[in-house]
């Protein structure tokens, strides 16, 4: 008789932490959360849930995980999601992102789970022209997004070859609570919010004009944890998200309203080289899932504000292992800084 546990990686993350719990309610059987804690924080994950500390890039650990508990379905969401560093770790990007996701497909294969759920990204289609939609042709810019295409076709391939079930997501520009308010290179709501919160600048790279269309958790969770119930979404791939794209400058707008600091500052740097607009169209998620009415901008940024008033701040630290320093934001390099004299202490 299958075991009807699922594994959720990632779990003690901001995406991870909102799918551990549209599971509970949906009533799978036993979840296990797996995370190493290096982005995450296990006091995200609720109670109930069991935790096991450990590295998707660890196979060993891995195999044995899947020997011993014998997933009926995997949420895979565990990654370093940071598009525009990935050009700098390189090495670090394709073993995480990469390599580390063939080792839990790997074990999905050999210990027969049904379904295997994947958190690709849009990042996967470059700079077409917007809106991306999931016939078009990906061409990624960055190693973030050449890693995600790369797993996304190794499904398929296991798929053909061993009957293993798939549903892939491709979300952008996720934001609501739970998120790592201090990271310094991913989750722009978030930096926003840090810094309005400890009276500094909102920092825009470039004239604030790129566009890209800002998604509220609570709309995306729930369809990702209902998937491998969904037969229409077997072996499919589906952009989830908001359908309103704004502008950096727009948005920074609404974060300041959302905190109650309508004009706060803002410091414009060096434009970084990345897609100017990226937004999704999500006809083909709509037709293959039950998808509520979408939160809009300002009623996610309000939910998120309230949270984050709420929580400890963490001092925003750099990457430890850069790997390339070529053309690297000057402004990242003050985090580089203040990593290595916080680790030689």
Same mark, same amino acid.
């Given at each position: 008789?299958?075991?009807?546990?699922?594994?959720?990686?990632?779990?003690?993350?901001?995406?991870?932490?909102?799918?551990?719990?549209?599971?509970?309610?949906?009533?799978?059987?036993?979840?296990?959360?797996?995370?190493?804690?290096?982005?995450?924080?296990?006091?995200?994950?609720?109670?109930?849930?069991?935790?096991?500390?450990?590295?998707?890039?660890?196979?060993?650990?891995?195999?044995?995980?899947?020997?011993?508990?014998?997933?009926?379905?995997?949420?895979?969401?565990?990654?370093?999601?940071?598009?525009?560093?990935?050009?700098?770790?390189?090495?670090?990007?394709?073993?995480?992102?990469?390599?580390?996701?063939?080792?839990?497909?790997?074990?999905?294969?050999?210990?027969?789970?049904?379904?295997?759920?994947?958190?690709?990204?849009?990042?996967?289609?470059?700079?077409?022209?917007?809106?991306?939609?999931?016939?078009?042709?990906?061409?990624?810019?960055?190693?973030?997004?050449?890693?995600?295409?790369?797993?996304?076709?190794?499904?398929?391939?296991?798929?053909?070859?061993?009957?293993?079930?798939?549903?892939?997501?491709?979300?952008?520009?996720?934001?609501?609570?739970?998120?790592?308010?201090?990271?310094?290179?991913?989750?722009?709501?978030?930096?926003?919010?840090?810094?309005?919160?400890?009276?500094?600048?909102?920092?825009?790279?470039?004239?604030?004009?790129?566009?890209? @269309? =800002?998604?509220?958790?609570?709309?995306?969770?729930? !369809?990702?944890?209902? +998937?491998?119930? #969904? *037969?229409?979404?077997?072996?499919?791939?589906?952009?989830?998200?908001?359908?309103?794209?704004?502008?950096?400058?727009?948005?920074?707008?609404?974060?300041?309203?959302?905190?109650?600091?309508?004009?706060?500052?803002?410091?414009?740097?060096?434009?970084?080289?990345?897609?100017?607009? @990226? =937004?999704?169209?999500?006809?083909?998620?709509?037709? !293959?899932?039950?998808? +509520?009415?979408? #939160? *809009?901008?300002?009623?996610?940024?309000?939910?998120?504000?309230?949270?984050?008033?709420?929580?400890?701040?963490?001092?925003?630290?750099?990457?430890?292992?850069?790997?390339?320093?070529?053309?690297?934001?000057?402004?990242?390099?003050?985090?580089?800084?203040?990593?290595?004299?916080?680790?030689?202490?």
């Amino acid at each position: 008789m299958k075991n009807d546990s699922v594994l959720v990686t990632g779990a003690a993350g901001f995406l991870g932490a909102h799918v551990v719990r549209e599971l509970q309610k949906l009533d799978l059987g036993k979840i296990l959360a797996l995370d190493d804690l290096s982005g995450g924080f296990e006091e995200n994950i609720p109670v109930g849930v069991e935790f096991v500390r450990g590295s998707v890039t660890d196979s060993q650990f891995v195999a044995r995980l899947f020997e011993e508990r014998r997933f009926r379905h995997v949420y895979h969401l565990a990654a370093y999601a940071a598009e525009g560093l990935s050009h700098f770790i390189r090495r670090f990007n394709y073993s995480n992102n990469l390599i580390g996701s063939v080792n839990l497909i790997n074990a999905a294969v050999n210990c027969g789970t049904e379904c295997f759920v994947f958190t690709s990204s849009i990042a996967v289609y470059g700079a077409i022209d917007p809106p991306m939609i999931e016939s078009k042709m990906p061409v990624p810019e960055d190693p973030y997004g050449i890693a995600k295409l790369a797993v996304e076709m190794d499904l398929r391939a296991a798929h053909e070859m061993f009957g293993l079930d798939y549903v892939i997501f491709r979300p952008h520009n996720v934001y609501g609570e739970f998120q790592n308010l201090s990271d310094p290179y991913r989750n722009v709501i978030g930096i926003f919010m840090k810094q309005i919160r400890e009276g500094e600048p909102m920092t825009i790279f470039g004239d604030g004009t790129q566009r890209r @269309a =800002f998604s509220y958790v609570g709309d995306i969770a729930p !369809a990702i944890a209902r +998937a491998p119930m #969904v *037969s229409a979404a077997r072996n499919e791939v589906f952009n989830i998200g908001a359908d309103t794209p704004y502008s950096v400058n727009e948005l920074a707008d609404a974060v300041a309203r959302a905190m109650g600091a309508p004009t706060h500052p803002r410091n414009y740097l060096a434009a970084r080289n990345e897609v100017m607009h @990226a =937004f999704a169209d999500h006809s083909k998620a709509r037709s !293959a899932f039950e998808l +509520a009415r979408p #939160v *809009s901008l300002d009623e996610g940024l309000a939910k998120m504000a309230a949270w984050s008033k709420s929580v400890r701040l963490n001092p925003m630290r750099g990457f430890a292992d850069i790997e390339v320093e070529k053309n690297m934001p000057p402004s990242w390099r003050k985090y580089q800084r203040d990593q290595a004299e916080a680790t030689s202490v």
